[in-house]
Nanobody, 121 residues
Framework: QVQLVESGGGLVQPGGSLRLSCTAS????????MGWYRQAPGKQRELVAT???????DYADSVKGRFTISRDNAKNTVYLQMNMLKPDDTAVYYC???????????????WGQGTQVTVSS
């Protein structure tokens, strides 16, 4: 079994900052891609940022220059530092990991439970 647990969401004023964390636990062999997605009410889930095991990161145009994704491979954890938040960033944020489990072949996708981020004055 593998579990992803997120933390760090909440209510913040426009222009403020939040840091999300997501830690994977269980029978993990290795993790390749880590990322964050978000889903606003009435909208489809969209990609926010991804980071591969080597450290290269990619971002949605809407968050470039404001959000930073990072990872700690020793802790099986991915972070999302969100600065200069806007009301349009309000959504449920989900972490994602593509990993290989101990004793198995192939790569598997896992999702966190989601954490609410609300940007409002």
């Amino acid at each position: 079994q593998v579990q992803l647990v997120e933390s760090g969401g909440g209510l913040v004023q426009p222009g403020g900052s939040l840091r999300l964390s997501c830690t994977a636990s269980g029978s993990i062999s290795s993790i390749d891609l880590m990322g964050w997605y978000r889903q606003a009410p009435g909208k489809q889930r969209e990609l926010v940022a991804t980071i591969i095991s080597g450290g290269r990161a990619d971002y949605a145009d809407s968050v470039k220059g404001r959000f930073t994704i990072s990872r700690d491979n020793a802790k099986n954890t991915v972070y999302l530092q969100m600065n200069m938040l806007k009301p349009d960033d309000t959504a449920v944020y989900y972490c994602y990991m593509n990993m290989r489990r101990l004793g198995t072949l192939g790569w598997w996708d896992y999702w966190g439970q989601g954490t609410q981020v609300t940007v409002s004055s």
